[in-house]
């Protein structure tokens, strides 16, 4: 069965085609700068043939078109017509307390996507008009949804519960969700494998470093508690987000700026974290760089960075009564060798020590960069968020198929 992946954003469209017999990537791309002025769409096959295509695509219906077109492509498709894609799978990043699994989509669950718009404005609505543009493009091909929050409904209320008023929480289900729990879940599970211990006998704490960071504390393969909230804007500063501050700046800043509640939302999602306080870049290889060169603005941003990382380390570690292991993922966390050493000093205390030659290897294998002494293993985990989507996919494609087939 080949299995389509999509990850929706509101301007960019990342896609993955897998052959489920083998779990093997046919064909992988991204459309990005969707209803801007010139898209851009690159397709990969086989790590090598990429093409660039650029033109306008002004919303995600075309932008699918245009992924199949690419797909089933003379030249560069690997699929002879779109029949050949068998189900599709989106990457949800909130699915409210209403999804503790995948599912495949009907009229009830895209209901409750869409009533959960405003606790995900940044992607929950790109996410749909993802799943709309493949119902207009592959009718009756079946679609499921994989959610950020679901790994994250096993924390407990002391976790999850903010010191406010529980009728907000009853009222309006204001508590912590927590997100990229598809990654949170997959890293950790090849971690035991990785160390060939049982998960359920591991302390865990997981950092996804990307363009969107979060730690997880993960006991014995659960999720016990994460620094993203109700909203991916808590917890760690990230490229644009501020991560975690004090609330009641929110309405000094309104009334000292005379600025409106959406601007200073916009404020503390788009514009804050590494992009503010280097005033270079929300990109951490940018800010490296210009750190290296000398900019002081750069490296404020990259020691708060990394301190705030280290801040949740330890809070985790508490949180468990211990830690086994430390395993960094994502585009910062498997690639930017100098903040996980930076992250790792100071927290020898807890038995974390870094060997800074492994920690300079690059590979896109999981890997160990603690030193033999170190009481804590430290890894690197390539995280596959992807795979993971395809994989409940195609199990909740196939049982369908097998009860319509019983069914007839
Ligand atoms: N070699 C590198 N060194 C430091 N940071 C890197 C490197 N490669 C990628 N990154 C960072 O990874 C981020 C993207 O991470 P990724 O997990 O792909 O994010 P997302 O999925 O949220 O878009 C980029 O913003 C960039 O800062
Ligand atoms: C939830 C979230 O922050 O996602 P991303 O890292 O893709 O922005
Ligand atoms: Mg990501």
Redesign the pocket.
């Known amino acids: 069965m080949n299995v389509l992946v999509i990850n929706a954003g509101s301007s960019s469209l990342k896609y993955q085609l897998y052959d489920m017999n083998n779990e093997s990537v046919l064909a992988k791309g991204r459309v990005e700068r969707i209803g801007m002025e010139s898209s851009i769409l690159t397709h990969e096959v086989e790590g090598q043939a990429e093409v660039r295509e650029v033109s306008e695509i002004l919303e995600h219906t075309t932008a699918v078109r245009k992924v199949l077109d690419m797909l089933t492509h003379r030249k560069f498709g690997v699929l002879r017509n779109i029949e050949d894609i068998q189900a599709v799978g989106h990457r949800i990043v909130h699915g409210g307390e209403s999804f503790r699994e995948s599912v495949l989509i009907d009229d009830e669950v895209k209901l409750e996507i869409r009533k959960l718009f405003d606790l995900a404005p940044l992607h929950n609505p790109a996410h749909m008009m993802g799943i709309t543009a493949v119902e207009a493009n592959l009718p009756g091909v079946p679609q499921a949804v994989v959610f950020d929050t679901a790994f994250h409904q096993s924390m407990p209320p002391s976790s999850y519960l903010y010191a406010i008023p529980t009728v907000l929480y009853r009222k309006h289900k204001i508590r912590r969700y927590g997100f990229h729990g598809t990654s949170h879940d997959y890293v950790s599970k090849q971690a035991a494998e990785f160390l060939g211990r049982p998960l359920d006998s591991l302390k865990i704490v997981s950092c996804h470093i990307?363009?969107?960071a979060s730690c997880t504390a993960i006991l014995n393969g659960k999720s016990y508690d994460t620094s993203m909230g109700m909203t991916p804007l808590e917890g760690l500063m990230m490229?644009t987000r501020s991560g975690d501050l004090d609330p009641a700046i929110v309405p000094y800043t309104i009334n000292k700026e005379d600025l409106t509640l959406n601007e200073v939302n916009s404020m503390l999602n788009k514009h804050s974290g590494l992009m503010a306080v280097s005033g270079i870049s929300?990109?951490?290889?940018e800010v490296?760089q210009a750190m290296e060169e000398g900019s002081d603005s750069a490296r404020l941003a990259f020691e708060m960075y990394a301190y705030r990382i280290r801040k949740y380390v330890g809070a985790y570690a508490a949180a468990m009564n211990g830690i086994d292991v430390l395993l960094f993922t994502?585009?910062?966390g498997e690639?930017?060798a100098v903040?996980r050493k930076r992250v790792c000093e100071g927290l020898t205390f807890l038995g974390i020590d870094l060997d800074e030659n492994r920690n300079e290897v690059r590979s896109g294998e999981t890997r160990r960069i603690s030193a033999d002494r170190s009481r804590v293993e430290v890894l690197v985990v390539p995280t596959n968020e992807e795979l993971l989507i395809a994989r409940d996919t195609y199990r909740l494609a196939r049982n369908r198929a097998l009860t319509d087939t019983l069914g007839d």
């Open positions: 990307g363009n969107g490229g929300s990109d951490m290889r490296v994502a585009g910062v690639n930017s903040l």
